[in-house]
């Protein structure tokens, strides 16, 4: 419908915006008190604006109906300054009897609120700012001048007159043009808008009964907060560019025609029509997005394919612009909802938070970052620094991540493949027996379960850093670092036994069926190199017939995603193997504090509190003193500490590792000694200067911070080569 109202206008723009292309920011403002001289009294109504200016145009001054103040004055006259114009003193509720005085100025042609005051009471429309910024004809003398330089005027001889009464500083919100961030001047003017109520009903209902859902779900009470308070939309645009909007005006009779093709003559018969200048707004060929870029308003093969889609990803910052009108425009012209699942990502930032911008020189180039370090890396990366909706903080040493990650699946995939160089019978479409599977085999199926589970799960609920995380985990840490690790022996055995013969081959078979399957999780994130190992893995085994064999595609992007098998899981199985790797760990950690050399054979002792942890250890003998090269290991229940022990405590788990021949315990407490005597020679001098005032003052700031870091660096450092002589002695 076409009519008059107030709307937004930009004056630099020259044109109207819809109430979400005008951005309201606080700004720090001030509120005038101007005296408006009561008609035949010697009293004054005093009243607060925020735009003195606007007052040239006032047509009233309005007081709240039960506002004891005013009740005396309601229906009086008083005389407008500078304009020496009689106006009535009215009520209405509409009114903040707490807002400045009490009493307001009505300027019906310029504050929608005022606008609509104005038609309840029948005031007149008075319009003294015009398109252009600049004050009209109607402003009297001060017509041709700026707004703003018209605000000060206006104040300048207010308090000539004796009428301006003071002034106070008011943070209050004002809107911006999106496009060029000039204030938006509220204007009277005669334009197209949409009802929206009618349109919103629908769209509120759509997501309160669950067929549209937000990601992050804090988005949906912004959206039907929006939508229940929503505005018409003004939706036509006085600029060169976009769709002329369809009406045509008979300058004979005045009437409207809208029409697809350009009418031949009006009903009167006239043939003198006149199409509008104006365009439509941009957004409202936009909110047709779903089904107008399909064929429709035709019914054709691709909208009745695509139509309704599932998932919409957009920025948040458009929720109003497109989303929920294209969730109104398609339940109007469609019947249906254009897509069932909304997600709002945030943006990208630098370290410091703020917004990447060419202008503020911390943007990289995403073409450099790739071929530095990969596309894979800079996706997988992102993806994995960043939270469902929030924004990402960007920088470069970040994506080594993701670089070290690729890395570490191209390595662990070509030893994998190099073990099946020579391995004729790994497309076997038989899957070893489970009496074939060793405690890794069987451990890493079941993890493997649990890693479909997490990143499934997660990327149904659009948790894309979690199911990032969860293939991250499962493909370095389990895959690579301990599987991978465990079954070397195995994969290059060259014993022709038929036992040695059949582990080999049930490793084979195990390893390649989860590097598959972690191939096809990692796929969405890393699609390049994932790619290229699925291509090498499927000529060597091109039917892939392993446990649950995976079905054959030609590429890994259409190849079935993973599946859970319940035959997998093993949950018992993974308590004990948590076990041993805790074990491993905790002789890892004596080495590293004892400073012996990785690989140097240890004797250990293991004292188990219970019969299940001690058959743990006992099954799994061979595997635990070659992956933590023990050379003899004593294990039982409730097992003594041997003297001159190294001890961690796992659980109810106790290794000791005997010292004795392994080190010289007298030349490591001296050593150790020495270092910690260094540490806090250092770390006095550092405290000495800290506590100088006259160093802290005027000393560069980062030559302070430096010297702060170090004073915690050599605190920890110290307490470190304590608790490990402590430990020695």
Not at 142 to 153: I, P, S, V
Not at 175 to 187: A, Q
Not at 321 to 339: H, S, T, Y
Request: hydrophobic share 40%; aromatic share 8%.
């Amino acid at each position: 419908y076409r009519d008059s109202y107030i709307i937004n206008w930009c004056p630099r723009c020259r044109t109207a915006l819809s109430d979400e292309e005008s951005e309201h920011r606080e700004i720090e403002g001030s509120l005038s008190y101007i005296k408006y001289p009561i008609v035949g009294d010697k009293l004054a109504l005093k009243v607060a604006t925020t735009r003195p200016e606007t007052m040239l145009g006032d047509t009233a001054v309005a007081v709240h109906p039960e506002d004891p103040r005013y009740k005396d004055v309601i229906g009086k006259m008083v005389m407008l300054p500078l304009m020496n114009r009689e106006i009535p003193i009215i009520a209405d509720e509409a009114v903040d009897p707490k807002f400045g005085t009490g009493a307001v100025k009505v300027t019906p042609s310029h504050d929608p609120n005022d606008a609509e005051i104005g038609g309840r009471h029948d005031l007149q429309f008075i319009t003294v700012i015009g398109e252009d910024g600049k004050m009209t004809q109607a402003a009297g003398k001060y017509a041709g001048l700026d707004r703003f330089d018209c605000r000060k005027q206006v104040i300048k001889d207010l308090e000539e007159l004796g009428l301006f009464v003071d002034r106070k500083p008011h943070v209050h919100s004002v809107g911006h043009c999106y496009r060029c961030d000039t204030i938006v001047e509220p204007y009277l003017s005669r334009q197209w808008f949409v009802a929206m109520e009618k349109l919103a009903e629908p769209a509120i209902k759509a997501a309160r009964e669950g067929k549209i859902t937000f990601y992050p779900e804090r988005w949906t009470k912004v959206y039907f907060s929006w939508l229940e308070n929503v505005r018409d939309w003004c939706i036509s645009r006085q600029i060169w560019w976009g769709h002329r909007i369809p009406a045509y005006y008979c300058l004979d009779c005045d009437e409207t025609i809208v029409a697809v093709e350009t009418p031949e003559k009006c009903k009167c018969g006239s043939t003198n029509l006149e199409q509008d200048e104006d365009v439509l707004d941009t957004w409202f060929s936009s909110w047709l997005w779903p089904f107008s870029t399909l064929g429709w308003p035709e019914k054709t093969k691709a909208l009745d394919y695509f139509y309704p889609t599932n998932v919409l990803v957009t920025a948040p910052d458009i929720i109003f612009f497109w989303v929920a009108r294209m969730i109104m425009a398609g339940l109007e012209f469609m019947g249906d909802i254009p897509f069932s699942d909304v997600y709002l990502h945030g943006v990208v930032r630098d370290e410091s938070g703020r917004k990447m911008s060419k202008s503020l020189g911390n943007s990289p180039d995403p073409i450099e970052v790739m071929d530095k370090y990969g596309a894979d890396a800079l996706r997988f990366s992102i993806i994995l620094i960043t939270s469902q909706g929030q924004d990402a903080f960007y920088s470069e040493e970040k994506v080594q991540i993701g670089r070290n990650f690729a890395n570490k699946v191209w390595n662990a995939s070509r030893l994998v493949l190099m073990s099946l160089a020579d391995a004729p019978d790994c497309n076997t479409a038989v899957a070893p027996a489970e009496d074939r599977l060793d405690i890794e085999d069987r451990w890493i199926l079941s993890r493997l379960n649990a890693a479909i589970e997490s990143v499934t799960s997660n990327l149904e609920k659009f948790l894309f850093n979690d199911a990032a995380r969860a293939v991250y985990e499962f493909i370095w840490h389990e895959l690579c670092d301990w599987y991978l690790e465990i079954i070397k022996p195995r994969l290059y055995s060259k014993e022709t036994a038929v036992p040695e013969a059949e582990s080999r081959r049930a490793a084979q078979a195990v390893v390649v069926h989860v590097l598959d399957a972690g191939l096809r999780l990692l796929h969405p994130f890393a699609p390049y190199i994932t790619e290229e190992v699925w291509q090498h893995l499927g000529s060597l085994c091109p039917e892939r017939g392993l446990p649950q064999p995976a079905t054959a595609a030609e590429s890994v992007m259409i190849a079935q995603w993973p599946q859970v098998h319940d035959a997998y899981a093993r949950p018992q199985l993974e308590e004990q193997m948590a076990t041993l790797q805790d074990i491993i760990r905790a002789v890892r950690n004596i080495r590293a504090k004892m400073n012996v050399p990785e690989r140097k054979p240890l004797p250990a002792t293991v004292s188990v509190a219970d019969d299940n942890a001690r058959e743990t250890v006992a099954d799994n003998r061979e595997l635990l003193m070659r992956l933590a090269y023990i050379e003899s290991l004593d294990a039982g229940t409730d097992l003594p500490k041997p003297e001159s022990s190294a001890a961690e405590v796992v659980g109810t788990i106790q290794l000791f590792v005997p010292l004795a021949g392994l080190i010289d315990l007298d030349v490591e407490r001296e050593k150790t000694q020495k270092q910690i005597d260094d540490a806090e020679k250092q770390l006095k001098g550092v405290k000495a200067r800290l506590a100088n005032s006259a160093f802290v003052e005027k000393a560069p700031a980062h030559v302070v911070d430096r010297d702060r870091d170090r004073e915690e660096q050599l605190t920890q450092r110290i307490a470190k080569l304590t608790q490990h002589l402590s430990e020695i002695k």
